[in-house]
């Protein structure tokens, strides 16, 4: 059974939600953090993260996108004392499927679980078609006229954040934080040293990019035309 990940860093609330979940029949891990989220965190094991908005070191919305990028069929519920419109459409924007504001009625936040559950495909494919081109992010390949091709994890990390975010400016700092975090020392040669992979295994030329275009000093886009 896929489980429901749940990062609450308020203790009692924690245990109150965990406790009703699991009492309606769901397997449930849960976390303070998004340091903690990521060491338990494997793409595939669950069907929908709770997410408290604003969390220690690392907001929920931020954590929605990284592990979005690594699950895109993960369905995300924000529950959080931060309920204005503005904190709602916000969170929509970043990869959310539902916002429920804090102080919540219990019935209700249990109704709308059962309804991301429900929504959640397990087979869903994660395909994207660029060009002539179907990238198929579940199995890390680019499919092409002439004869798949695999890609790097980071490589697709990097391409599906630039198709989420597809023709807008994306900051080189930004890729760097959301696709490598804090692993090591991250350098942004890195970023670039995956574009240039990308626009290989896309055909796209460097001089005349289709799809990767580069933005001189702040970072990369998607073109938006050609997905």
């Known amino acids: 059974m896929l489980q429901i990940l749940l ?22 891990v849960a976390c303070e953090s998004a340091e903690e989220t990521f060491k338990v965190y494997i793409p595939g094991k ?15 919305f931020e954590l929605c996108e990284r592990l979005k990028l ?22 929509l924007k970043r ?32 395909v994207v078609t660029i060009g002539d081109y179907q990238i198929d992010f579940s199995a890390h ?12 994890k980071r490589e697709a990390m990097v391409l599906k954040l ?14 760097l934080e959301m696709v490598w975090g804090d692993e090591g020392a991250p350098n942004p040669r890195m970023v670039d040293n995956a574009i240039v992979s990308l626009r290989k295994l896309l055909n796209d030329e460097p001089k005349n990019p289709r799809f990767l275009q580069s933005v001189r000093g702040v970072g990369y886009r998607l073109d938006i035309k050609e997905v």
């Open 95 to 126: 990869g959310g499927d539902d916002y429920l504001p804090k102080p919540f009625d219990l019935e209700e936040f249990l109704l709308r679980v059962e309804r991301l559950m429900a929504r959640h495909v397990v087979a869903q494919q994660d």
């Open 46 to 60: 669950f069907a929908l993260a709770i997410l408290d908005v604003m969390l220690p070191g690392m907001e929920g």
């Open 7 to 28: 990062v609450e860093d308020e203790p009692s609330l924690q245990a109150l939600m965990a406790l009703n979940l699991r009492q309606e029949g769901y397997e449930v």
């Open 162 to 175: 630039l198709v989420n975010k597809k023709g807008q400016t994306v900051n080189r700092n930004e890729i």
């Open 70 to 91: 690594q699950d895109n069929d993960l369905k995300v519920l924000f529950v959080s004392a931060r309920g204005d419109t503005k904190d709602r459409v916000e969170g």
């Open 141 to 152: 390949s680019i499919r092409k006229p002439e004869g798949d091709e695999s890609l790097s």
